[in-house]
């Protein structure tokens, strides 16, 4: 099977297809992959955003109720199903019509005091959403004022050619954020009690308190020039309880530090803290805007709640946005005191559903490429073996019919529809069966003609030579003339036949010189004058010009004499045979024309065959042995030629011997 024909053309179309599946698949998972990728980072972005929107709901909203037009609003701008759900799975909101079931997997946890940080990985350390200000929130009245003391600050540092913008923090408390310009004061350094390491913020403003809920303020200034932040201080059991309004850890009798005044004055009559360096002071004031009501508050309940879990006394403290900090060793504590805090003021945890993830299907389903691969390899081997079956009939029509003909049927044929290759080999087998058929009936002819031509002077000579034996007749020497010829005959045909042989296998030695074709032709008309005048016929000669030709001027007499001799033959009485010779182009041309009866059209094609006579019963009166006229072409071929007949029946023939000139031919 691996010689099959078959075999070969379905195993190539496999492993065609293969490689072309193969290469289509990789091409196709690498283009995939990467439009997965890129649709991921869009998923990615847009879950982030819906997830973002929905955090500052919770965190502003103390409920989920009325987040359904705020649903319905994300749904529209993102184009996909939103859903949100309790963790109990009862519907808060969702964008689709008609109430259809959830989707078995969410996407995200919406919660504001435990932020997913894959969809928010700016989220805070401590996982609270930013915006969830709960207590700190400033009302309006306190907005206002504060907006108004910050607007004047950012008023005074611009006439300064200082750059400020105002910025709100979550709680609605203002703050400035400075940017580079020509008088930027150095930065101011941490607040007593914060984390080693923090980065200071420029007017940053701390509200601190300690364990036991008194408040402090002071402002950080980016130039301290006035005096220091005051180090905050705490109530330990078995202290002296503090005066409504002291400060804690001051001396007893000491007043209340909070200011009185504008931003950054040191209370009166409170010891001045060891001076630091300081810069030269600023005509602006860089102080924050001290802490209001709402906040001290907050930060009062937000002290309790951390003291409970760490166990002592804390510094809590406001940054400049309004959001409580404290010391890095107790940032854990703060986050749980923070959660407890804002817990009544945030919105519970919810189950967000987008619609991009209702199914949970694999983005490339391996089960679906393997069919597909499949359906493909049984079509391609399918078609393969419809293909290769219809290519391999034709083959094997023609075998057998080679098989037929070895075994002796010269009429083996083969019926080929198919156009192309296929149908050009069945044509080409029909051709050569044709001819190998052709040419075994001219081999039997051949034998045939070549038994019956030495059949019969073999015959004469036995036949009078057992005559002159048993003393019938007289071996004289008419008798020996006769035997005589009738040898010279077989002579003459052998010599044809050696002759032919040696044209067959490329052997006939030529030997050729320059020959001047006037003279040739009018040696030859000589010696053929004598037998056309014993058959009173006219023999002329002509010759146009003055050719000539490279060749051998013994064949070449041979074949032309042979073509005056069939003349001299076949012409009868009173009629005339004519030998021209003239140049055509290159060529030159030697015709031998008769007025004899002529060749039927359905016999010129075999005029040059070899024994062939148009009068079968091969009677010497009426022709020869059959190889004058196979040997003339034999010679033409020899030098270079060719040799061909024209005739009508009743007007004679012509038969014309076309050879290449001699360059040297004037």
């Not at 391996?366 to 393969?384: F, H, K, N, Q, R």
């Not at 094997?396 to 149908?423: H, P, Y």
């Not at 007289?474 to 003459?492: F, I, K, M, R, Y």
């Not at 034999?634 to 030629?641: R, V």
Request: glycine share 10%.
């Amino acid at each position: 099977m691996r010689h099959s024909l078959l075999a070969r053309l379905v195993a190539s179309s496999v492993l065609i297809a293969v490689c072309s599946i193969t290469a289509t698949a990789w091409l196709a998972a690498r283009g995939t992959s990467g439009e997965i990728r890129q649709r991921q980072g869009r998923t990615l972005a847009r879950d982030a955003r819906i997830n973002d929107a929905l955090l500052g709901y919770a965190a502003s909203h103390p409920r989920w109720d009325g987040v359904g037009e705020t649903v319905r609003g994300l749904a529209r701008q993102s184009g996909q199903r939103v859903a949100l759900a309790t963790e109990g799975g009862t519907r808060i909101a969702d964008s689709a019509p008609g109430r259809p079931p959830l989707p078995a997997r969410p996407s995200a946890v919406v919660d504001p005091l435990a932020v997913d940080v894959s969809l928010g990985p700016g989220a805070a350390t401590d996982r609270i959403d930013a915006r969830a200000a709960g207590p700190f929130r400033l009302p309006d009245p306190e907005r206002v004022r504060l907006r108004r003391e910050v607007d004047a600050q950012a008023a005074c540092l611009r006439r300064e050619g200082q750059r400020a913008t105002v910025l709100v923090g979550p709680g609605g408390r203002p703050y400035l954020r400075r940017e580079g310009g020509p008088t930027d004061p150095p930065q101011a350094t941490n607040p007593p009690g914060a984390p080693s390491g923090q980065e200071p913020s420029p007017r940053a403003a701390f509200a601190r308190t300690s364990g036991g809920g008194a408040v402090r303020f002071a402002a950080v200034a980016e130039t301290p020039s006035v005096s220091p932040t005051p180090k905050p201080s705490s109530t330990e059991p078995g202290e002296e309880p503090r005066r409504p309004g002291a400060t804690p850890g001051a001396p007893p009798g000491a007043p209340n530090p909070v200011p009185t005044g504008g931003p950054g004055e040191r209370p009166a009559n409170r010891p001045a803290p060891t001076p630091e360096p300081v810069a030269p002071p600023a005509s602006c004031s860089p102080d924050a805007p001290g802490p209001t009501t709402t906040e001290r508050r907050a930060l009062d309940q937000l002290a309790a709640l951390v003291r409970q879990c760490h166990g002592s006394r804390v510094d809590v403290w406001l940054d400049e946005t309004g959001t409580p900090a404290a010391p890095a060793s107790a940032a854990e504590c703060l986050a749980t005191a923070r959660r407890a805090q804002l817990k009544p003021y945030v919105a519970p945890a919810a189950l967000l559903y987008i619609g991009s993830r209702e199914d949970g299907a694999p983005a490339i389903d391996p089960y679906g490429i393997a069919g597909v691969t499949a359906v493909i390899l049984v079509l391609a081997v399918g078609v393969s073996v419809l293909v290769a079956t219809r290519l391999a009939r034709p083959v094997r029509a023609v075998t057998a019919a080679a098989r037929r003909m070895r075994g002796g049927d010269g009429s083996a044929r083969v019926t080929v529809r198919a156009k192309g290759e296929v149908g050009e080999l069945g044509a080409a087998f029909n051709e050569m069966s044709e001819h190998l058929d052709r040419m075994e009936r001219q081999r039997k002819a051949m034998v045939s003609d070549v038994s019956h031509e030495l059949r019969t002077p073999l015959s004469n000579i036995r036949g009078w030579l057992e005559a002159a034996q048993d003393g019938v007749a007289d071996l004289g020497p008419a008798l020996t003339a006769s035997l005589v010829e009738e040898a010279t005959l077989l002579q003459h045909i052998v010599d044809d036949l050696q002759q032919l042989a040696l044209a067959d296998v490329g052997r006939l030695r030529l030997h050729p010189e320059p020959v001047d074709v006037a003279d040739l032709v009018e040696q030859i008309a000589t010696v053929y004058r004598a037998a056309a005048e014993a058959a009173e016929l006219a023999l002329t000669a002509e010759v146009t010009g003055r050719p000539h030709l490279d060749a051998d001027p013994v064949r070449l007499r041979q074949a032309v004499g042979n073509l005056l001799a069939n003349a001299v033959r076949y012409t009868p009485a009173g009629g005339r045979v004519s030998l021209r010779a003239y140049a055509d182009g290159d060529d030159v041309l030697i015709e031998v024309a008769d007025t004899g009866p002529g060749i039927a059209p359905e016999h010129l094609p075999h005029v040059f065959d070899r024994f062939w006579r148009a009068e079968k019963s091969r009677s010497r009166q009426t022709g020869g042995s059959g190889l004058g006229l196979a040997i003339v072409r034999q010679l033409a071929e020899a030098h270079g030629g060719s040799a061909a007949v024209r005739s009508e029946p009743g007007r004679g023939a012509t038969f014309v011997l076309r050879l290449p000139g001699s360059p040297d031919d004037a």
